[in-house]
């Protein structure tokens, strides 16, 4: 019993050190940058580790790209915070704190964060179609949410290139330099104990455009039905 409990311990340990070691690889040079010898080269383990516990290098980028996600925010975790506020006013902050948070985080910063971005830049093909999926998933509830609040069907383009509006800002947390951003903007102060104000500010500049698409005239309305045909 000892020993089955020590070998399922160093196999838990090993399993993590390779997602470790090879979501800092993955980060810096993409899924075909990196090499199963120098991960396990650098994880210290055995050459056949990768195989054995991931089936391979596509079974290890899958689980590096999940464990990326999960120390970020996970899908599940975003919507279980929307579906919590009674409102679309509410729901969308939640929303935002939730994103900025996680753009605001230490993880951020790390391998977990570089990888995401660079999935949202550039796809691999491998977990393209499953990002996406995460995308389309995230979409639908700010479309919900804005077309509540907007009063227009979420299938409405206008909903759509609002939705691009609100997110804009937090891509460009994603995606740019932290160093260049404390550069061009050093009064921005993204860290933790900021993530607060910044999800106030933003969440106030969305409302206010969401209100204006709301209070567009009854002769721009045809127009966005035209549109949807």
């Not at 399922?8 to 800092?24: K, Y």
């Not at 919590?84 to 951020?108: C, D, H, M, N």
Request: charged residues 25%; contains cysteine; glycine residues 8%.
């Amino acid at each position: 019993m000892g020993r089955r409990k020590t070998v399922r311990v160093h196999g838990e340990r090993t399993h993590a050190r390779l997602i470790e070691v090879a979501g800092q690889l993955f980060a810096e040079r993409g899924l075909q940058g990196a090499t199963g010898q120098e991960i396990c080269r650098r994880a210290g383990t055995h050459p056949a580790s990768i195989v054995y516990h991931f089936g391979g290098m596509h079974g290890l980028y899958r689980e590096v790209l999940d464990e990326a996600q999960r120390r970020l925010l996970s899908t599940e975790a975003l919507r279980a915070a929307v579906a919590a506020q009674p409102t679309p006013a509410l729901k969308l902050e939640s929303f935002l704190r939730l994103i900025v948070g996680a753009l605001a985080s230490s993880a951020s910063r790390t391998w977990a964060g570089k990888l995401f971005g660079r999935e949202f830049v550039s796809p691999s093909p491998l977990y393209g179609k499953s990002h996406d999926r995460t995308l389309r998933q995230r979409a639908r509830m700010l479309k919900s949410i804005v077309g509540a609040l907007a009063g227009r069907p979420p299938h409405d383009p206008a909903v759509a290139r609002a939705c691009l509006s609100v997110m804009a800002p937090c891509a460009v947390m994603l995606l740019f330099d932290r160093h260049k951003l404390r550069r061009v903007f050093p009064e921005l102060r993204l860290a933790p104990q900021n993530a607060e104000l910044v999800t106030r500010q933003l969440v106030q500049f969305a409302m206010a455009g969401i209100a204006a698409l709301g209070r567009q005239s009854a002769d721009d309305k045809p127009a966005a039905r035209a549109e949807l045909r």
